[in-house]
């Protein structure tokens, strides 16, 4: 039997009304994927592809990552980034959950327009958490916010405990940070211990001010008071797929 891991990037979906606008109070744009796993055979049935495939066993595989880029809806810089002031960076910020509802890890991750960054479940969000205790299941939330006043800024230190302040500024239509996600994970072939990469768009949604705040008042206290536990490794240049080595 091996155990897998769970990653479950969500908050509840919101309908919108006509306009863009959100109700109920949920205006702030987030991101939202799911995948599951189980405890199980690998010699099982092929599960179907899509959000709910398994990853695979916990070890030796890489169980999953985040690939993300912003699309530039906030401008790009004229001449490129190595000429000018920067325009339309985002900071994507990241906050993971334990199954009992803890926040074990956050972070953030800069991305400047039509860039690639990424996040490995194992290496980045679970390598350094609060506890040290490393859950087999996570619920992730992505929160994009602009970098600096336009996304002028070149540094998101922090700003998954200050998103939503006026240096950080969150999202409120539909489809206007510019950020786009995938997941990616393992699933099983029927080739005995051959595994092909399945990766799955993320939703978007709105989540609302409330969640926000909560979101990042926990961040804050792990910045000030977890002695450098619970902050996760930044995103790195480029995108992953899960391995096998």
Same mark, same amino acid.
């Given at each position: 039997?091996? %155990? ?28 939202? #994927? ?12 092929? +599960? ?40 339309? %960076?985002?900071?994507? #910020?990241? /906050? ?11 972070? @953030?991750?800069?991305?400047?327009? %039509? ?12 390598? #350094? ?8 299941? *996570? ?19 922090? @700003? ?8 950080? +500024? *969150? ?19 029927? *080739? ?13 949604? /709105? ?17 000030? #008071? ?20």
């Amino acid at each position: 039997m091996n %155990n897998q891991l769970l990653l479950v990037l969500t908050t509840v979906a919101i309908a919108l009304p006509a306009f863009g606008q959100a109700g109920g109070g949920a205006t702030i744009e987030a991101e939202t #994927n799911a995948f599951s796993g189980q405890e199980g055979d690998l010699g099982g049935p092929v +599960p179907p592809p899509g959000p709910l495939g398994p990853l695979g066993p916990l070890t030796p595989l890489r169980k999953g990552s985040i690939n993300m880029t912003n699309s530039g809806a906030n401008g790009a810089s004229l001449s490129g980034p190595g000429f000018g002031p920067a325009v339309g %960076n985002l900071c994507v #910020n990241a /906050y993971t959950f334990s199954p009992d509802e803890q926040l074990v890890s956050c972070c @953030s991750c800069l991305i400047t327009p %039509n860039g690639l960054a990424s996040l490995s479940i194992d290496d980045d969000l679970l390598s #350094n958490t609060l506890t040290g205790i490393i859950p087999n299941s *996570v619920t992730v939330t992505l929160i994009p916010t602009l970098a600096g006043v336009g996304g002028s800024g070149t540094s998101c230190t922090n @700003s998954a405990a200050l998103a939503g302040t006026a240096n950080f +500024p *969150v999202f409120r239509r539909p489809e206007e940070s510019g950020l786009h996600a995938w997941g990616t994970k393992l699933i099983k072939t029927p *080739v005995a211990n051959n595994f092909a990469v399945s990766e799955t768009p993320f939703l978007r949604h /709105y989540t609302s001010d409330a969640t926000l705040a909560s979101l990042t008042n926990r961040c804050t206290n792990i910045i000030g #008071n977890g002695s450098s536990f619970g902050i996760c490794r930044s995103c790195r240049t480029g995108g992953l797929t899960p391995s096998t080595k």
